[in-house]
């Protein structure tokens, strides 16, 4: 290991101390945390994954990268994200977290009903399964129906806000079966995302209003989100995605996501096995690190202008027709991968990788330290009162949290729904 990314690690060391220190026990009920915990995973346990052998053989994103520009971006990603913390921790979001009076969960459940929330879950679901919803492997532009873009908006929240209100209006004596529905439904997007964030946001929109779900039935949520992801990456080696970008229905895809569970482990010169394949997706420095090796040979850098420009991506296109005429100059990953002669993959950009090729580090952790004092801000204003906007608004808060392997414009467009 080298030295640059043993300092990678440390600083990410460091950043969870001071949330567990600085918020107490309950440090993982708040979304700010949240988002520093995706940054470990994504700069720091997805590439110590990658240092394996026979793991680090099948990262595609690293292609023609040099290790040691993989570390640097490790090490910048993680002392960026370490600006944020502090910061976050600076506006002491955990000093207005309300504790929930009695009778909330009954008085949200009046404002929340679930009968019309399931049944706006089903026709998402259909959409979604005839590749016309969310993770239709087309993107969004004049020629896509009213239909199809309400779906893959509103697919995971509305999902998880019909769960909260039957559970709300039921008990928590239902939350396994609940929970294995919700996971049903979102695993027909062909994802491993969407079935994580709406289980955490599912936990942490029931504690907002007073619910604790016992650790036992919180170890079998566990369980059934892991079995879902794997069941998931065992049939994107098996048939790739493009079951999912087709029309196939809701049965045919859990029937295949089933039958992902079976895929063998792959030996050599068969492909990559489950751990690989995870590693690949959990790491996030690859795109940052190719930037960085992209400059070092003279690349010149891109216009800082582009990362407000960036932000107009979550401008829905009905309140900004001209929006979609924009192209790559709106989207901060294809417009960098195009400058700096990066291959033309999906990379995994993390929160501060996104911005690498605009503006010279220490500007990039000053933005995270922004960005952290106005999530904190806003989460303190958040949790100062129980109510069902505010729950639905941590709904949002925490999909758009987990959401940060993707960048800050990605974060925003999960967030407006």
């Known amino acids: 290991m080298s030295v640059t990314f043993a300092g990678a690690l440390f600083a ?27 940054a470990v995973v994504n700069a720091g346990l997805g590439p110590l994954l990658l240092r394996i052998p026979s793991v680090g053989q099948w990262d595609v994103f690293g292609q023609g990268i040099s290790q040691n520009w993989k570390d640097d971006a490790a090490l910048r990603e993680s002392v960026a ?3 944020f913390t502090v910061a976050y921790l600076a506006a002491h979001p955990q000093r207005s977290r309300a504790a929930a009076v009695p009778g909330a969960p009954a008085r949200t459940a009046r404002v929340l009903d679930w009968r019309p929330l399931a049944l706006a ?15 239709s492997g087309t993107a969004s532009g004049p020629q896509t129906s009213v239909a199809s873009d309400l779906a893959a908006t509103f697919f995971l929240i509305v999902i998880v806000c019909a769960a909260v209100a039957f559970l709300l209006r039921y008990g928590p004596r239902w939350f396994l079966p609940v929970f294995f529905i919700q996971s ?12 994580i964030t709406d289980g955490v946001a599912l936990v ?25 992801a794997l069941a998931i990456t065992g049939l994107h080696a098996q048939r790739g995605r493009d079951l999912f970008y087709s ?6 895809r859990l029937s295949a996501i089933a039958g992902g569970l079976r895929a063998e482990p792959a030996s050599p010169g068969r492909g990559p096995g489950l751990l690989a394949q995870a590693s690949v997706r959990l790491a996030g420095v690859d795109f940052a690190g190719g930037i960085i090796q992209a400059e070092s040979m003279g690349y010149p850098r891109l216009s800082p202008g582009y990362i407000p420009a960036s932000l107009l991506l979550a401008v829905p296109s009905f309140a900004w027709p001209a929006k979609l ?7 901060p990953q294809y417009q960098q991968i195009d400058d700096f002669g990066l291959q033309q993959v999906n990379f995994i950009t993390g929160l501060p990788g996104a911005m690498a090729g605009y503006v010279p580090w220490f500007a990039i952790a000053l933005l995270c330290a922004a960005l952290g004092w106005a999530w904190g801000k806003g989460e303190r204003w958040l949790l100062r009162e129980v109510t069902p906007p505010r729950m639905v608004i941590l709904g949002g808060a925490v999909v758009a949290a987990l959401w940060y392997e993707a960048g800050l414009a990605t974060m925003l467009v999960q967030f407006r729904a």
């Open 81 to 83: 994200m370490l600006a």
């Open 247 to 252: 029309s196939t229905g809701i049965g045919t």
């Open 184 to 195: 049903a439904f979102l695993a027909i997007a062909g994802e491993r995302a969407p079935v």
């Open 325 to 331: 005429s924009h192209g790559l100059a709106l989207d």
């Open 12 to 38: 990410q060391a460091v950043m969870v101390t001071l949330l567990r220190v600085h918020l107490g026990r309950g440090w993982l009920r708040h979304p700010g945390t949240l988002v520093a915990l995706a």
């Open 121 to 135: 879950v089903v026709p998402l679901a259909l959409l979604t399964a005839h590749a016309e919803g969310y993770n």
């Open 204 to 228: 942490l929109m029931l504690g907002f209003v007073g619910i604790r779900i016992p650790r036992r039935q919180l170890a079998a949520a566990v369980l059934v989100t892991a079995v879902a």
